[in-house]
């Protein structure tokens, strides 16, 4: 059995954070001047307990310029992940709108009620994201260098994988907001072919960003 201890940072603050556009594939915008001084400073957090193995990222811009001064502090690479990519709201990609808004809020409520199968029109269903990162999970255990790895992603995924991953963890028990560029703390458990669990050790850490935090939308 492979026990992996994970920093999974959430990327710094964007655009679409400020305008409140969904962005799976749509919308691509890069990190503010405040999400730069955010990744800085989860980089500086993280270089003296990252291992020396690739820092794994989804492909979203704002994701990859906040692996990228991770990457230069620790001094290794970028491994992109597809499987690591926000939430596939489908239709609703790239709106701001009240109504679409209205839909994926109704949509987390429904997979936070018990019901992973209901997926976004044109999208995934919470079932179908959680096997997506798992499998993202299972390639980070068998290929990360020593016994922690670090993650960049989006926080949609994380609050709605996360419970599919933690036998025990109830959707209601992780709290609505995760701020940009906080380290959410995970321990996986992978076995050869049985796939990986997770255990939740720490949510959301953002004392080391100080003023940097800033509040931004919990999504996206």
Known sequence: ?????????????????????????????????????QAAAVAAYLAPLAPDGPVFCSPLRRARQTAAPIAERIGTRI????????????????????????TYTNTHRAWRAGDPDRRFPGGESARELTDRLRAAFADVAATAEGRAAVVVG????????????????????????????????????AEGNDGVLGELL?????????VAAGRTPTSR
């Open 79 to 102: 491994a992109i992940d597809e499987r690591l990519r926000e939430v596939n709201v489908g239709i609703l990609d790239g709106r701001c709108d009240a109504e679409a808004w209205a």
């Open 202 to 210: 720490r949510w959301g850490d953002v004392e080391h960003l100080g």
């Open 154 to 189: 989006h926080g949609g995924i994380l609050r709605a994988g996360l419970p599919g991953l933690c036998p025990g963890l109830s959707p209601q028990a992780l709290p609505a907001d995760v701020t940009n560029c906080s380290v959410t703390e995970l321990e996986l458990h």
């Open 1 to 37: 059995m492979v026990t992996l201890h994970v920093y999974y940072v959430r990327h710094g603050e964007n655009l679409a954070n400020l305008t409140r556009e969904l962005s799976h594939r749509v919308v691509d915008h890069p990190l503010t001047p405040r999400g730069v001084e």
